[in-house]
């Protein structure tokens, strides 16, 4: 992704990535609901459905281009934390998908959990934030 200029479009999508990963397992319900969820968020933002798809593509090379699991771990948190230049509107509304993410094959896992508790501190947004 060197040649392509990083954005927080992309640690959003990289950060959804990771949390369909978490439990060990890409589960084809969560990655459905990461097209939705990008869509969701995204297109309000200017991003067409080709750029999405571009960003997509993008972010899974991204992702993918790491060595280790902890590697990887650390430029999503330091992506989550790049959010923070985004309105609390947005973070929230992205906390809540990593949520949906987390429950979209019924079941949530520890790491996942874990995995999303490191976000929304990066993110610096709290569960009484979700809440409101």
């Not at 969820?37 to 750029?51: C, H, Q, R, V």
Request: aromatic share 8%; proline share 1%; charged share 25%.
């Amino acid at each position: 992704m060197s040649e392509n200029k990083f954005t927080h479009a992309h640690g959003l999508v990289g950060m959804f990535i990771e949390m369909t990963a978490a439990d060990g397992q890409m589960d084809k319900v969560e990655l459905q609901l990461v097209g939705g969820l990008i869509n969701a968020i995204l297109e309000p933002a200017g991003y067409d459905k080709d750029a999405q798809n571009k960003l997509i593509e993008e972010s899974f090379a991204w992702w993918g281009s790491f060595d280790t699991f902890e590697d990887r771990a650390n430029a999503v948190f330091t992506a989550a934390a790049g959010l923070t230049a985004l309105d609390k509107s947005t973070r929230i509304v992205a906390a809540r998908g990593l949520i949906m993410i987390g429950n979209a094959d019924g079941e949530v896992d520890e790491m996942e959990k874990s995995f999303l508790h490191g976000c929304l501190e990066c993110m610096d947004i709290t569960f009484d934030d979700l809440k409101k």
